[in-house]
């Protein structure tokens, strides 16, 4: 009986991990990388000035 509960413990553990803890670390690991965001969106305003160049 007590492996039962056990069990019943480990998958309510992995259901919470699942879909409480792992999103949340998502949002966070986002809110973390927008400033590499903001530097990846660089190249294509470079991109936009060799065009104004080009015209």
């Known amino acids: 009986m007590l492996d039962v509960a056990i069990f019943a413990l480990g998958g309510l553990t992995a259901l919470i991990v699942g879909f409480v803890v792992i999103p949340?670390?998502?949002?966070?690991v986002s809110k973390l990388t927008e400033p590499a965001d903001a530097v990846h969106s660089?190249?294509?305003?470079?991109?936009?000035?060799?065009?104004?160049?080009?015209?």
């Open 42 to 55: 660089a190249p294509p305003a470079e991109g936009n000035r060799d065009q104004a160049t080009g015209q």
């Open 24 to 28: 949340l670390f998502r949002r966070l």
